[in-house]
């Protein structure tokens, strides 16, 4: 069974997001922001992340640069699922190594589709 | 040949003036407060009516149809949300206003280049907007 990473601030959405994935036969971890995200791949793979942007401590672009820099999760795919939809902050998260990039508020059976096409 | 004005050449506001302003500033964080009454009771409401759909998930015959029957209710969730973080930004830009105003303009500046980052950009709700690099 694949394993998705899901990191938000929000605790709704982490929930809305989990909810989803888990019925569509995903098993889902949760944190709550990029530093969380650090601690909990520590010494693990998932096949997945979708990931916010806003966040306290570090937001998700910084995230996805630091896991570029790790052999572990250098190709793991990461989609950026958050409110900012602006041209240049897409580009900030291309250039960081982010695999695409999702508007809030998802469509579940969208999310789900993405996933399945990203995954494989 | 015209000259955009020089902000440092503009008035001092006058200590009236900014005692009104602070009042506004209170006036707006208690309205936010309300705002945000509101935003939690409809978090309380759309988290028991989730929950519900969560329980009939079991008899559900399968994800696809699970999703897009509660895909109206997740949509609530997450406008509550995106509502209730923009609430949070607004009480915080007001909190640097009433911090600015108590300073006063000389030491305003180092604060305003602290400027919170919004956390919503978009004007619309671009419902499932992908994008894949």
């Excluded at chain 1, 909990?40 to 401590?57: C, I």
């Excluded at chain 2, 001092?12 to 602070?22: D, E, F, G, M």
Aim: hydrophobic share 45%; charged share 25%.
């Amino acid at each position: 069974m694949h394993t998705i990473l899901t990191v938000d601030d929000s605790a709704s959405m982490r929930l809305m997001v989990a909810f989803t994935l888990k019925h569509a036969g995903y098993e889902v971890i949760e944190a709550v922001d990029g530093l969380d995200a650090l601690e909990r791949l520590k010494g693990r793979d998932v096949s997945l992340m979708l990931v916010d942007q806003n966040m306290p401590r570090m937001d998700g672009i910084s995230l996805v640069k630091e896991l570029r820099k790790t052999e572990r999760h250098r190709a793991t795919p990461i989609l950026m699922l958050t409110t900012e939809s602006s041209d240049s902050m897409k580009q900030q998260g291309r250039s960081a190594g982010a695999t695409g990039w999702l508007v809030k508020p998802f469509d579940p059976a969208k999310l789900v589709g993405i996933v399945r096409k990203v995954i494989g | 040949m015209t000259h955009p004005p020089d902000p440092s050449a503009a008035p001092a506001l006058t200590p009236s003036v900014v005692a009104k302003v602070r009042e506004q500033v209170a006036q707006a964080n208690r309205e936010l407060d309300l705002l945000r009454g509101l935003l939690h009771d409809a978090f309380e409401q759309l988290i028991a009516h989730f929950m519900q759909e969560q329980g009939r998930a079991v008899a559900a015959v399968d994800a696809d149809t699970l999703l897009a029957e509660t895909a109206h209710t997740m949509s609530a969730f997450q406008v509550q949300d995106i509502s209730d973080q923009m609430a949070v930004h607004i009480a915080k830009r007001l909190k640097l206003i009433e911090l600015v105003m108590q300073r006063g303009s000389a030491e305003s500046e180092s604060e305003l280049f602290a400027d919170p980052a919004c956390p919503v950009a978009g004007k619309t709700l671009d419902f499932g907007s992908v994008e894949l690099f």
